[in-house]
């Protein structure tokens, strides 16, 4: 028998390439468009999420002095005394309010 005349299988013929080519390319392509809308979703959260710690008011305490050292007075130490070992934290808190916080806190205080 002459081998040209016998029909040859798809299969047989094609056995080192891809089958589904439209299939493969669509889920190539669609696995990579699904990575891009996530990096970008991602991106997005983050920007909004420090975004909102940022305008919420959270930032980095501003160095006061060259040394960085809060000043322990008894005005803002209240009601610690100045050599108590929270007396900087309450500074701390009590430097970073606005003028009319402080006004507020001091009133209070007053009152009492």
Same mark, same amino acid.
């Given at each position: 028998?002459?081998?040209? *005349?016998?029909? @040859?299988?798809?299969?047989? *013929?094609?056995?080192?390439?891809? #089958?589904?080519?439209?299939?493969?390319?669509?889920?190539?392509?669609?696995?990579? *468009?699904?990575?891009?809308?996530?990096?970008?979703?991602?991106?997005?959260?983050?920007?909004?999420?420090?975004?909102?710690?940022?305008?919420?008011?959270?930032?980095?305490?501003?160095?006061?002095?060259?040394?960085? /050292?809060?000043?322990? @007075?008894?005005?803002?130490?209240?009601?610690?005394?100045? #050599?108590?070992?929270?007396?900087?934290?309450?500074? #701390?808190?009590?430097?970073?309010?606005?003028? /009319?916080? #402080?006004?507020?806190?001091? !009133? !209070?205080? *007053?009152? !009492?």
């Amino acid at each position: 028998m002459n081998p040209e *005349a016998q029909p @040859t299988s798809p299969a047989v *013929a094609d056995s080192g390439g891809i #089958r589904f080519p439209r299939v493969y390319a669509l889920l190539k392509w669609g696995i990579i *468009a699904t990575l891009v809308v996530l990096s970008i979703l991602a991106a997005a959260f983050w920007v909004m999420v420090l975004g909102g710690f940022a305008g919420s008011g959270f930032h980095a305490a501003p160095r006061t002095g060259d040394s960085g /050292e809060i000043v322990v @007075t008894p005005e803002c130490a209240w009601p610690y005394g100045v #050599r108590d070992s929270n007396a900087m934290a309450v500074c #701390r808190l009590f430097y970073n309010m606005t003028p /009319e916080q #402080r006004a507020q806190v001091l !009133k !209070k205080r *007053a009152a !009492k």
